[in-house]
């Protein structure tokens, strides 16, 4: 009798064996799996041996899969690419262009300042796309990542990236109900977002509770202490309101 378990390499192995048959490591696999990505473009990217969370951020660089994969092989990091590029006021459209040309963040910036163009793209005043309004904020290069990763560029991202909450943990923040500024309170003071969902869930307080609670300046503790003693959640919204 069958057990109905089919391993990764086993014909008919479900959405993953496209990359089984690519030869895709299990590492870079994994994070593939993790993202229920499975798509062609997610197999052309994976056979390449680039991570999912990264294969989105160099996709909006402009690079395919294997110059990517180049770049990787001779000791590029995506970091440091988003970064120095950044940093050198580059627009994102031309990045790729440039690298592709040779030349280095700063050597590319030169020859845009003496009215040279790559890739038929005009250096005059920069356009950065998706990416302007977190440009504008004035946005630290590495809080771009969780956005790009994920896509998302509109004004409730760039609030949360503006306060320095990373874009990977700004969907929990937010289902928690919480406000970026009431967030960046918490972080300042040395809480994470994982001692947050341990401490409340601990603590018994609905998950409903928790920002007007926490927006109250109180802890998980002091909040239970309220709550047996009638103090309601709606008392807490109130002075959540006043200190906002």
């Given amino acids: 009798m069958g057990t109905g378990f089919k391993w990764y390499g086993q014909r008919g192995g479900g959405p993953v064996q496209a990359f089984v048959e690519a030869g895709v490591p ?18 052309a990217w994976a056979t390449e041996g680039i991570d999912a969370g990264e294969a989105p951020v160099w996709k909006v660089l402009g690079f395919r899969p294997k110059e990517a994969r180049h770049l990787l092989c001779n000791g590029a990091r995506l970091a440091d690419t988003v970064t120095h590029w950044w940093r050198a006021t580059i627009p994102i459209g031309e990045v790729a262009g440039w690298i592709g040309a040779g030349l280095t963040p700063e050597e590319a910036f030169r020859q845009r300042s003496t009215g040279m163009a790559i890739g038929g793209v005009p250096p005059g005043g920069p356009d950065w796309g998706p990416i302007q309004a977190f440009v504008e904020a004035r946005i630290p290069p590495p809080m771009l990542g969780g956005s790009l990763a994920r896509q998302e560029f509109d004004d409730e991202a760039v609030a949360w990236a503006r306060q320095g909450i990373d874009g990977a943990e700004a969907p929990l923040w937010r289902a928690l109900a919480l406000r970026p500024s009431e967030v960046r309170r918490l972080v300042r003071n040395g809480t994470t977002l994982a001692d947050t969902v341990r401490d409340w869930w601990h603590a018994a307080i609905p998950i409903g ?29 109130a002075l959540r309101a006043l200190r906002h």
Avoid: C, K
């Fill in 209 to 237: 509770e928790v920002a007007d609670w926490i927006g109250a300046g109180l802890t998980p503790e002091e909040a239970a202490g309220q709550r047996a003693n009638g103090i309601t959640a709606e008392h807490a919204a």
């Fill in 26 to 43: 299990l590492q870079v696999l994994h994070s593939y799996i993790a993202r229920q990505w499975f798509d062609d473009e997610a197999v």
